[in-house]
């Protein structure tokens, strides 16, 4: 049902390129949950390849690969290994923006271009213990002062994905002086930074999500690099969408299993395969819809955000896609274990990895409780400029 999506030859070109070294990263996926380590084989195919540099624009030497384009590799990345997928995810993500939104200087945007070109990773390190998820709004203990060298930055950051391979963290941190929130960029090899590896997790294990713990680290002036307005960034940003792109992946991971499950599983009670029983078509039958509901909702998403022109429309439609996608891929995981039994709990079962692993998604942003209340005020709002619009036309025509 997937090829449903595809439209362009690049699109069957990387998806063919992913395919060509799927066996030896879905074969490390098993051993890099069992032993909470980086997929750092799935890493070094995926640089080989170009991943990180498949969002920059071609302008700058990348790929340029659009909002859809990475959902469709994303997803497809995802299905060999989660871990794999959304760790590598936010570089996309990051550059995406980065680059679309021209958050940079010019010359910083194109300095940095020869970092990716080279196969370079990022990633945003922003949640601290005493705020949750930056897109709640809370100021990060971690400060930064202005001194002769530059920048003095201080604290913690948790939820580091991809730490062990980042190349670059961009930072956030109080600036007291301009009683705002900025963004550093900052190396790894930076004197005073230093990753604590605590990531003790049932699921995604392998993103080895550890602490990112900076101290009296020094950084040049131009390398603070971003000062937004809101603190979430405010503006509609559809590189986001890697997010259940991945989780959507894993939805068909499970399906996958468990409709070769059974169309192979036959007890000896039966006469067919467990395939042929209504209970279980049910099942794979209810799989196959929200498969179908979660994609077009995803792709319709990403289509949209990359027309300009209705690019424009768009409100809350990026936190629609996520939380849709997230719990339909919840859902689906769960009815493949349905079909499976209990045989899908059992450690050698790739189903009980999905399992855990599906639910990172509802702690990954926006989160669900925001997008409900988000789509309630607008709902709200929108009746009260309706009825005022009406009442202006009735008077118009009195």
Not at 43 to 56: R, V
């Amino acid at each position: 049902m997937k090829d449903l999506f595809i439209k362009t030859k690049r699109q069957e070109y990387w998806l063919e390129q992913l395919a060509s070294i799927s066996e030896p990263i879905k074969a490390e996926a098993k051993e890099v949950d069992e032993q909470s380590r980086f997929p750092f084989e799935a890493h070094k195919l995926l640089l080989q390849i170009g991943y990180p540099k498949l969002t920059l624009p071609k302008e700058y030497g990348g790929e340029g690969l659009s909002v859809y384009d990475m959902v469709l590799v994303q997803e497809t990345l995802a299905s060999y290994d989660e871990n794999a997928s959304l760790s590598l995810g936010w570089t996309l993500g990051v550059v995406g923006e980065l680059y679309e939104k021209k958050l940079w200087t010019e010359d910083l945007l194109s300095l940095f271009a020869q970092e990716i070109n080279n196969g370079a990773i990022i990633n945003r390190a922003v949640s601290e213990v005493a705020t949750g998820s930056p897109t709640r709004g809370g100021r990060p203990g971690t400060n930064a002062v202005s001194v002769e060298e530059g920048w003095l930055l201080n604290g913690r950051k948790i939820f580091t994905t991809a730490s062990p391979v980042l190349d670059y963290f961009l930072t956030s941190a109080w600036i007291e002086e301009k009683n705002k929130i900025g963004f550093f960029l900052i190396h790894k090899d930076v004197q005073g930074l230093s990753i604590e590896e605590n990531w003790e997790m049932s699921a995604m294990r392998g993103t080895s999500s550890h602490d990112l713990v900076l101290k009296d680290v020094i950084v040049p002036k131009s390398h603070l690099v971003e000062l937004p307005s809101h603190p979430s960034g405010g503006k509609i940003n559809g590189w986001i969408l890697h997010i259940p792109a991945t989780y959507l992946g894993i939805a068909q991971a499970a399906r996958d299993y468990a409709l070769h499950f059974a169309n192979h599983h036959q007890p000896n009670s039966l006469n067919a395969p467990i395939s042929t029983l209504p209970n279980v078509q049910q099942l794979l039958g209810d799989i196959e819809l929200m498969l179908h509901q979660a994609r077009f909702v995803l792709y319709g998403v990403a289509e949209a955000y990359d027309d300009p022109a209705r690019r424009e429309l768009i409100t809350n439609e990026m936190a629609v896609a996520k939380h849709t996608v997230t719990n339909l891929a919840i859902e689906i995981v769960d009815k493949a274990m349905r079909v499976v039994g209990a045989k899908s709990l059992q450690l050698t079962n790739p189903l009980q990895r999905y399992y855990r692993n599906v639910r990172a998604g509802l702690h990954n942003p926006p989160m669900d409780d925001m997008t409900i209340i988000k789509l309630a005020n607008a709902a709200i709002e929108q009746q009260k400029s309706d009825e005022i619009n009406d009442k202006t036309i009735e008077n118009k025509g009195k």
